[in-house]
């Protein structure tokens, strides 16, 4: 799975003032009509519980110049500490949202289903942020790569 490059992505649920979130790799798109995204999450991970509870999630695609940040909110930092950086807001599902995000997809959470070792989260998109012009940042091969920007034709 190592080989496998994805985007890397901060996931968020609950509120600014009761936030919660992680890094994720395993997250994709499922359709565009409705606009609908999956994100995997290990059953076993400490923040599970908050996502089950929640109806909402954000998740916020990273630039380039992010990867400590994802190294932050994949670490041992507790909530707190991971939520000072960054500059986080909301959108329609109150979810914490990065303004610094390349894009943000705003969620709500039509259904989890359980597979193996992980919880397939399935979210329809309420509302999305673009960020300003930036290259991405993709993990491949147990590393971080950057990808420059390009602009659409």
């Known amino acids: 799975m190592a080989r496998m490059g994805a985007a890397v ?3 968020t649920t609950g509120t600014l003032d009761n936030a919660t979130g992680f890094t ?3 997250v994709c798109s499922v359709t565009d009509t409705p606009p609908t995204l999956l994100v995997c999450l290990n059953r076993s991970a400490r923040v599970r519980p908050a996502f089950t509870v929640n109806a909402a ?3 916020n695609v990273l630039s380039g110049t992010q990867g400590p940040l994802s190294e932050r909110f994949a670490g041992a930092f507790d909530m707190i500490e ?3 950086e960054g500059h986080w807001t909301t959108l329609e599902t ?3 949202v990065l303004e610094e995000a390349t894009v943000s997809l705003d ?3 039509s259904q989890i289903v359980e597979v193996g070792t992980h919880s397939v ?3 329809a998109v309420d509302a999305l942020r673009l960020g300003g012009p930036t290259g991405g940042l993709v993990y491949f091969n147990r590393a971080y790569h950057h990808l420059p920007h390009i602009e659409a034709k």
């Open 9 to 11: 992505t901060i996931v």
């Open 24 to 26: 994720a790799s395993a």
């Open 94 to 96: 109150g979810a914490p």
């Open 57 to 59: 999630m954000c998740v």
């Open 82 to 84: 991971r939520f000072q």
């Open 121 to 123: 989260i399935f979210g």
């Open 107 to 109: 969620c709500r959470i």
